[in-house]
């Protein structure tokens, strides 16, 4: 519970890290996904889980 918790903080700094340091990027980013088909985001979104659960695995493995 507590690696889960120091992850969700970690998502939460790299978040605040785009919105608070670059809002521009940040709104042209939320505008360019609204345009992009469904399909695109649900590999992208799948491709991010799968880097996501590689990483962890090689760095506690």
């Known amino acids: 519970m507590q690696d889960f918790l120091a992850a969700v903080g970690l998502v939460l700094v790299v978040e605040g890290l785009v919105y608070g340091g670059f809002p521009g990027?940040?709104?042209k980013?939320?505008?360019e996904v609204l345009a992009m088909p469904e399909g695109a985001l649900r590999f992208v979104g799948l491709a991010?889980?799968?880097i996501g659960v590689g990483i962890v695995w090689l760095v506690r493995g």
């Open 25 to 27: 990027l940040a709104k």
């Open 29 to 31: 980013l939320a505008g």
């Open 48 to 50: 991010a889980i799968a």
